[in-house]
C-alpha cells in the first residue's frame, strides 16, 4: 500500500541530542509524526511501540549500537525503509550493513538539502513499489515482488503452496476457483487427496486471518 511520506511516522535514533532534535524541526512539516530516541535501546523500544513507516539511526551510540538495532528490526520488518546516519570515520561500518538491506545512508552533518533528497528518493521508491502490492484489507498486503505478506508493517513468510494458492485467489479475486484448478496450480500433475488442499487452506487462513477464503461447496474456493 502506497503512502506518501506527509501521512507516515519517520523515527530518528541519535544520541546527539542537538542533531536529533534539529533533524526533528526539519522533518516535523515532512511526515504525521516524528519520533526522537536517543541510544539504540531506546531506539528498538520506541521502534516496538511506535511502528514506523521510515527509521533514520546514527550508527555509534550507547547501550545499543545502530548495527545490532538494524539487525533487530530486520529480524521482524524486512521492508521498512532504514537510513543510516554516518560520519566519514564510520565508514567501515558500511560494509557491515550492506546484508541489512538499508534504504540509503546519510553522511553527516546533516543538512536540510541533504534530507529534501533523501524524501524524494523515498517517496519515489515508494511509488514503484506499489505496483507490486496488493491491499488485501486497510493493515494488510501482499507483496508480489518479494512473495510475501506484510500485516502491520510486520513481513509474514509463505510457504511454496501457500505463496501459490494467495497468487491465484488474489488474481482472481470474487471469482469461484475450482478444486481442480487450484489443484493443478499448486501440484501440477501430482495426484493428491482433497484432505491436502483444505489443510493448505486452513493454514493460509490461520496465518493470515485478513485472507476472507470462502469455501463454496462442491466448487471450490473464493477470496473476498
Known sequence: MYIPNAKKTILIVEDDCESNDNIAHILESKFAEVVSAYDGLEGWKKYRDYSPDVILTDIEMPKMNGLELVRRIRAENSTVPIVILSSYSHQHYLFEAIPLKLEDYLIKPITMKKLDTLLQTLESRSGKKKANIVDINETTQYDFKTKSI??????????????????????????????EEIESCLYDTKEVSRNALKIIVSNLRKKVPALTIQAIPKLGYRLS
Open 150 to 179: 506484510i500485516q502491520n508493517n510486520i513481513t509474514l513468510r509463505l510457504s511454496h503452496l501457500e505463496i501459490l494458492l494467495i497468487e491465484l485467489l488474489l488474481k482472481r479475486r470474487n471469482m469461484v476457483i475450482s478444486y
